[in-house]
């Protein structure tokens, strides 16, 4: 019989339940991306995500030469040396039952082939990353569950570098957050089977003025590689303006990441002032920031979750596998309590701030909708040790993390809206639906939609339809139901004989 502990509780976000499970209990099932992008001879790292009793027992066939799976379900090796698709066939089984599925491994140039989910020091530490937060958060990531539901990138913001590089023009970390150097932090969070991301700055300065990566693009992408860096955060401050400059400036970065031997994943930062949705991709940058930085408001500005969105979601066009748009991170946790996130600069010097209150229960759960739909990377960037219950059950709910990850990746448009209401439509990969709204009012609304009218003409018929937040199975395609202030309901409809 399963344990008491196993059995999920009903948290509340306003009036909406929300399901909360314990990720390290009950049978397995298998999250995180069914399709994996990984450059040819180059290193690979992926944790198969999955939850459930341990221990678990991890069967894998279909592996490629190079390649083998760990006791913690862990892929490691070097990727084969040509471009290609292998089809890896998952079981996993515990004291309370098994679990399958396909994970396809995508040998060749495109890597992110689903948003990148993960950890960003920013929001919380600011100027104030170490070494010891960083390999603090990947071990946090590990035992609250973050990892088994498909999180797997903890990355260092702006602040890690020394006052200057190395006299040969090598990059070099701060010798007082980062002792080591930034090698070892890879390395601990490679043991763990996750992975680290980096920042820098298409000019001579990043943002907060440490020395950026311009005119140093091999330099650095080398130093990244050796470290064991997978990921860069590439800013554009103090950089030219037009189009045509930071187009020539991501590239050159690009190509001097795809010349060294791992596959390290571009994250455009450039704030959308040069409409990077039309040519981020083109140069090989994984996804693009599409706005400015998001503060933690549920605001219609700028600045706000809402104001945010409005803009992301005209972009659905131009998200796609190993494309994505960025409306930024996740504020979900800081609750006003952020270190940057928290202070809105005001006035042009930027020197004074407002403080924000932060989101409330609500707004948190409108704002997680709203990016899983988006098909958005999902980059926390909270202290994940002082997360409330409800906050790890907004960025740990299975199904909202499945819509998020399809395969299909496609980002939510926006439907037939009622005034005060965002209805959003994401279609999936096995013919499935995922249909959300929010509340963009303070006063109630009463929502409802027929999914079986939204579907692929192809898959109506017998479909399990399941409210994704409280977890709740219904039995209707048709839904409906009343949202409070700022809330959001998000439903899941799928062909019944396309369950695993
Ligand atoms: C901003 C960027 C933030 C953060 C900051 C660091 O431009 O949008 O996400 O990286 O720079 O200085």
Not at 15 to 22: E, K, Q, T
Not at 35 to 41: A, E, K, M, T
Not at 317 to 346: E, F, Q
């Given at each position: 019989m399963p344990?008491?502990?196993?059995?999920?509780?009903?948290?509340?976000?306003?009036?909406?339940?929300?399901?909360?499970?314990?990720?390290?209990?009950?049978?397995?099932?298998?999250?995180?991306?069914?399709?994996?992008?990984?450059?040819?001879?180059?290193?690979?790292?992926?944790?198969?995500?999955?939850?459930?009793?341990?221990?678990?027992?991890?069967?894998?066939?279909?592996?490629?030469?190079?390649?083998?799976?760990?006791?913690?379900g862990i892929l490691r090796g070097t990727a084969p040396a040509d471009d290609g698709e292998h089809e890896l066939s998952v079981r996993v089984s515990n004291a309370r039952g098994s679990a399958t599925a396909t994970i396809r491994l995508c040998v060749g140039g495109t890597l992110a082939l689903t948003p990148p989910m993960g950890w960003n020091s920013w929001n919380v530490?600011?100027?104030?990353?170490?070494?010891?937060?960083?390999?603090?958060?990947?071990?946090?990531?590990?035992?609250?569950?973050?990892?088994?539901?498909?999180?797997?990138?903890?990355?260092?913001?702006?602040?890690?570098?020394a006052s200057s590089r190395a006299p040969d023009g090598t990059p070099v970390a701060n010798p007082e957050t980062?002792?080591?150097?930034?090698?070892?932090?890879?390395?601990?969070?490679?043991?763990?089977?996750?992975?680290?991301?980096?920042?820098?700055?298409?000019?001579?300065?990043?943002?907060?003025?440490?020395?950026?990566g311009h005119q140093y693009e091999r330099v650095d992408a080398d130093a990244y590689a050796e470290w064991g860096v997978d990921l860069l955060k590439y800013d554009y401050c103090f950089a030219p303006k037009d189009q045509a400059s930071a187009i020539e400036r991501y590239d050159a970065m690009s190509q001097a990441l795809r010349a060294t031997n791992r596959s390290i994943v571009l994250s455009a930062c450039e704030c959308g002032g040069r409409k990077p949705w039309t040519w981020a991709a083109g140069i090989g940058a994984s996804c693009w920031r599409t706005t400015f930085d998001i503060f933690d408001s549920f605001s219609w500005m700028w600045f706000g979750v809402r104001g945010i969105a409005r803009r992301n979601?005209?972009?659905?066009?131009?998200?796609?596998?190993?494309?994505?748009?960025?409306?930024?991170?996740?504020?979900?946790?800081?609750?006003?309590?952020?270190?940057?996130?928290?202070?809105?600069?005001?006035g042009p010097s930027g020197k004074h701030h407002v403080k924000l209150r932060g989101l409330d229960d609500a707004q948190a759960l409108s704002h997680m909708t709203l990016w899983a739909m988006m098909a958005a990377p999902l980059l926390a960037s909270h202290?994940?040790?002082?997360?409330?219950?409800?906050?790890?059950?907004?960025?740990?709910?299975p199904e909202v993390l499945a819509v998020n990850q399809d395969e299909l990746g496609r980002q939510a448009r926006k439907v037939r809206s009622s005034p005060g209401v965002w209805q959003l439509v994401k279609p999936l990969a096995d013919g499935g639906v995922a249909l959300s709204?929010?509340?963009?009012?303070?006063?109630?609304?009463?929502?409802?939609?027929?999914?079986?009218?939204?579907?692929?003409?192809?898959?109506?018929?017998?479909?399990?339809?399941?409210?994704?937040?409280?977890?709740?199975?219904?039995?209707?395609?048709?839904?409906?139901?009343?949202?409070?202030?700022?809330?959001?309901?998000?439903?899941?409809?799928?062909?019944?004989?396309?369950?695993?």
């Open positions: 344990t008491p502990s196993s059995q999920p509780t009903l948290l509340r976000a306003g009036s909406r339940d929300v399901i909360a499970f314990d990720p390290l209990a009950g049978p397995p099932r298998i999250n995180g991306a069914r399709r994996v992008g990984i450059r040819p001879g180059t290193e690979l790292i992926h944790p198969i995500a999955v939850t459930g009793e341990r221990p678990l027992r991890f069967e894998v066939d279909g592996l490629p030469e190079g390649i083998t799976v760990d006791a913690e530490y600011g100027a104030k990353v170490t070494a010891e937060v960083i390999v603090a958060i990947a071990e946090e990531m590990v035992s609250n569950g973050m990892r088994d539901l498909g999180y797997q990138y903890v990355n260092i913001d702006d602040f890690w570098h980062f002792p080591d150097g930034i090698a070892p932090v890879a390395d601990a969070l490679h043991r763990l089977g996750l992975k680290l991301g980096i920042y820098s700055d298409a000019a001579h300065l990043t943002c907060g003025k440490c020395f950026g979601l005209r972009l659905a066009d131009y998200a796609g596998p190993g494309a994505w748009n960025d409306p930024d991170m996740l504020l979900i946790g800081n609750r006003g309590r952020g270190g940057v996130t928290s202070r809105l600069p005001t202290d994940l040790a002082t997360s409330s219950d409800l906050d790890t059950a907004l960025l740990t709910n709204f929010t509340n963009l009012t303070r006063l109630p609304r009463k929502v409802g939609a027929d999914l079986s009218a939204v579907i692929d003409a192809g898959a109506r018929g017998d479909l399990e339809v399941i409210d994704a937040w409280s977890g709740e199975a219904l039995d209707t395609p048709k839904v409906k139901t009343r949202l409070g202030a700022h809330e959001s309901a998000m439903y899941v409809a799928r062909p019944r004989q396309n369950l695993d």
